[in-house]
């Protein structure tokens, strides 16, 4: 369904499918940040409350779990809004 990491295929390689109609927009963004917003803000407060490191420790453990969750959570949501465009498509 990709074409690189995020480009989606003008076609699906084993069916054909037209995938150029096809576009999630800023819906998987969106979904992204909503997720990841409300994990990483979990996350950070429990580590604070429970182990109260520097905040220099903040600044270098959750920038890489925000990109490496971002870059996990974007293909899968995006095909999802793919599939789910193509489900519910006018006739």
Known sequence: MF???LTVRE???PCGLDLRAHDSGDGPAVLVILILGALVMIGALTV???FAPPLWVHALIWPGIILAGAIALMRPLKATL???QF????L
Do not use: N, Y
């Not at 489900?87 to 006018?90: A, I, W």
């Open 3 to 5: 074409d690189g990491l």
């Open 48 to 50: 604070e409350v429970k």
């Open 87 to 90: 489900q519910h498509r006018d």
């Open 82 to 84: 793919i599939a789910l």
């Open 11 to 13: 076609s699906c390689a």
